[in-house]
């Protein structure tokens, strides 16, 4: 399967403990994107990378989250001290970037903050 | 933000055509309209997109009216697996090229 993958697909943890997620995107693309969904809404646009550049940050990802792109392949989306509010889907996004950008999206990781 | 106003909401008969509408007005010259489907516990789905001109592909037509202000997604054979979440995206410049999910429509394909 040559698509996007995250992992885990299911993570509980206690309000107050660290995750972390992971994505592994399409190999040859050089743009990656988290995105967050609760439930009935749309996906929230979190934050993007150019390559292992983090370019945009979303107002909705406050201190607690850290995203890393380290050699421009897999990233990593962190959340400190989780509240439960936290509790979404967690979806991250691939593409070529581009006027003509296309958005892959793998399946997404759900995280439940009891 | 999302620029896009769709109904909660749609039902068509397995079979028939599925034309989903999307309100548009504020749409700059530059911005495409994308359109995405999310079928329940999965990622959303890239569709379709446009410019201007009516486009189609394996999966759908893409009907933009001659003002841009609004334009129809429409699945010309509705199948029991085309229930989903269906996503229409406005994005350029003016959405500083992010794409912005609304609530979308939700259409319930009945057998």
């Known amino acids: 399967d040559t698509g996007v993958s995250q992992d885990p697909r299911h993570k509980i943890t206690k309000r107050g403990q660290n995750v972390t997620f992971r994505c592994d995107p399409i190999?040859?693309?050089?743009?990656l994107y988290w995105y967050r969904q609760t439930l009935g809404q749309g996906p929230e646009f979190l934050t993007y990378?150019?390559?292992?550049?983090?370019?945009?940050k979303s107002r909705l990802l406050s201190d607690r989250f850290s995203a890393e792109r380290p050699k421009g392949s897999f990233s990593t989306l962190e959340i400190q001290r989780t509240e439960q509010g936290d509790s979404a889907m967690y979806l991250c996004?691939?593409?070529f970037g581009g006027g003509n950008e296309k958005l892959f999206f793998g399946s997404g990781t759900q995280l439940s903050v009891l | 933000d999302a620029k896009t106003t769709q109904p909660p909401s749609m039902d068509c008969a397995e079979g028939r055509a599925a034309n989903l509408p999307c309100n548009h007005s504020t749409i700059s010259g530059n911005e495409y309209v994308y359109w995405y489907r999310q079928i329940h516990s999965q990622g959303p789905q890239y569709i379709i997109h446009?410019?201007?001109n009516n486009e189609t592909n394996e999966m759908a037509s893409l009907i933009i009216t001659e003002d841009r202000k609004s334009s129809t997604l429409i699945l010309p054979h509705a199948t029991l697996r085309d229930t989903a979440v269906y996503y229409c995206i406005v994005r350029g410049l003016n959405t500083g090229n992010q794409f912005y999910f609304g609530t979308g429509t939700s259409l319930t394909v009945i057998p």
């Open positions: 446009g410019l201007k």
């Open positions: 996004a691939s593409s």
């Open positions: 990378f150019q390559n292992e550049a983090q370019l945009e």
């Open positions: 190999s040859e693309h050089n743009r």
